[in-house]
């Protein structure tokens, strides 16, 4: 069974760091990767979707990265903002599967 | 742009008690969801659905049905309500595999048993 493991739980970083989320899977059979954010409250949103032909994919401040071969993932935020306190989330797809798998979040608190 | 509306957002029940958990999506997607969540746990797989009138079972569908009768639509029953079944409650819907394309989640429904 595939598992991914998301380290730290938590996190708090004051406002300006470039920070680095980490996302770690066993199966590197993987078909993509995609990352979400959580808000206190709300629902999940995503952010970025990385196919497994792709290494990487940018929005904005936000820079993901993909290495089967480690089985890992990373979530790059840079010049972080207290807008950017939330959960983030990480989750596998695996070919000829219907269902992601997702990692339990890694809580983000930026303070000014 | 509506996305996934889930409905009721808050809900109290007592032990016992059925309800219906509503999900209703807008963009025409083939695959619907339905996750819990819970402190500790993430997120778990409840049902899901590849189209309209199917269904199938996630990780944890015991105490659970759902039926999606139109493409829309996808609704999550609880006929005899548990405290076990605390929870927040998210819908999510996709176009075609999640594994393929992103998925859009609804804002949750949180849900207290008695």
């Known amino acids: 069974k595939q598992e991914v493991t998301q380290i730290p739980a938590a996190l708090s970083v004051p406002e300006g760091e470039n920070l680095v989320l980490n996302c770690s899977f066993t199966?590197?059979?993987?078909?993509?990767l995609q990352w979400f954010r959580q808000d206190p409250g709300k629902g999940l949103t995503s952010l970025l979707l990385?196919?497994?032909?792709?290494r990487e994919q940018t929005s904005g401040r936000l820079n993901a990265s993909l290495d089967k071969s480690s089985g890992r993932s990373t979530l790059y935020i840079a010049a972080s903002q207290p807008g950017d306190s939330a959960t983030y989330l990480c989750?596998?797809?695996?070919?000829?599967?219907?269902?992601?798998?997702f990692g339990r979040g890694t809580s983000l608190i930026v303070h000014p | 742009n509506a996305g996934v509306t889930q409905t009721p957002k808050f809900r109290v029940l007592k032990t016992g008690q059925s309800m219906t958990l509503l999900c209703a999506q807008d963009?025409?997607?083939?695959?619907m969801y339905w996750y819990r969540q819970d402190p500790g746990m993430g997120l778990r797989l409840i049902h899901y659905?590849?189209?309209?009138?199917?269904?199938a079972k996630g990780e944890v569908p015991d105490g659970y049905n759902v039926s999606r009768l139109k493409k829309q639509n996808f609704l999550l029953g609880l006929e005899s309500a548990a405290p076990s079944q605390t929870s927040v409650y998210f819908c999510?819907?996709?176009?075609?595999?999640?594994?393929?394309?992103?998925?859009?989640f609804g804002d949750g429904t949180r849900l207290s048993i008695l």
């Open positions: 659905s590849v189209g309209e009138g199917t269904t």
């Open positions: 989750a596998l797809g695996l070919g000829g599967s219907y269902i992601p798998t």
């Open positions: 963009m025409n997607h083939e695959y």
């Open positions: 199966d590197s059979a993987i078909y993509n």
């Open positions: 999510a819907s996709s176009y075609s595999r999640a594994t393929y394309q992103p998925q859009h």
């Open positions: 990385i196919q497994s032909s792709q």
